[in-house]
């Protein structure tokens, strides 16, 4: 295949792909209808031509009629009158009329044949294009029904190109917010850091941010020797039991200790110790 005709074969693929999209049945089925009304219209205007010709030679005929009546008539005079002459020139001009007459009786009749032939096919055609109108109806009322139905199927499934717009949006508009969420959680890590100068004047100073350090620390040596009494390895602190933190239990009183045995025996008064 030469380069000419594969160009020629993409194109008119091209083509008749975008014609194929932006054709809509009911304007196609709309122009249908509207070529046949004109072409009915034509058929009328034929019937009606026929007609005016057919009725004008039959005006014609009744006028040739009438002449050759009245040389009939001259004819008789004439004869009567003893001009045999007239007379016969009178009915020689009637025998002609009469040629004229057969002719213009058999064109008559051609076009009474014609004018019925083109008034059956026009009420043919009345019928033709008055089923197709409710057929055409019919069809753009169900192409209607089904574009609105695939429509709704679309928005509710999120395939149609608003709803994915639609669909677009909101998802940007989420990735920015969270984006925004996580900037502004940075700033405030990098704020409390010190990383950051606070400028607006909210941020505390050094010596309460070491003041809350060390009351931190000290709270975490109270926890732990709290926990070291509720497992026996130490006394609880007194400022821990007084606290009276929740999770916290007293810790179990000391084992009473046996009283040792005296071992020294009892001396006098006045005897050294």
């Known amino acids: 295949m030469s ?4 160009l020629s074969l993409i194109f008119k693929s091209k083509a008749n792909k975008a014609l194929d999209k932006m054709e ?16 009915l219209q034509k058929v009328r205007r034929g019937v009606a031509d026929v007609a005016t010709s057919r009725k004008r030679v039959e005006l014609q005929i009744n006028q040739i009629q009438q002449k050759a009546a009245t040389l009939e008539d ?3 005079k004439a004869l009567s009158v003893g001009r045999e002459d007239l ?5 020689s001009r009637r025998s002609s009329l009469q040629t004229q007459i057969a002719d213009l009786q058999v064109q008559h009749n051609n ?10 096919a026009s009420q043919r055609l009345q019928a033709k294009v008055d089923s197709f109108r409710h057929k055409k109806e019919t069809i753009k009322a169900t192409y209607t029904a089904a574009e609105a139905q695939t429509r709704i199927n679309e928005a509710f499934s999120g395939i149609s190109e608003e709803m994915g717009d639609v669909g677009l949006a909101i998802q940007r508009a989420e990735d920015k917010t969270a984006q925004m969420q996580a900037r502004a959680g940075a700033i405030d890590e990098l704020l409390a850091s010190g990383a950051l100068d606070d400028f607006s004047g909210s941020r505390p100073d050094d010596i309460q941010a070491e003041l809350d350090r060390i009351g931190g620390g000290s709270d975490v040596e109270l926890e732990l020797a709290r926990m070291k009494a509720e ?11 007084e606290a009276g933190q929740p999770g916290q239990q007293s810790a179990p009183p000391p084992a009473p200790q046996q009283q040792a ?11 050294g110790l």
């Open 261 to 271: 045995q005296p071992t020294q025996q009892y001396r006098q008064p006045g005897e």
């Open 111 to 120: 076009l009474q044949g014609e004018e019925e032939k083109l008034t059956l």
């Open 74 to 76: 001259q004819g008789r």
């Open 87 to 91: 007379a016969r020139e009178a009915l």
């Open 231 to 241: 497992l026996g390895q130490g006394p609880a602190p007194r400022d821990a039991i």
């Open 24 to 39: 809509d049945p009911r304007e196609t089925l709309d122009y249908s209808y509207q070529r046949q009304l004109e072409l």
């Open 3 to 6: 380069v000419m005709k594969r």
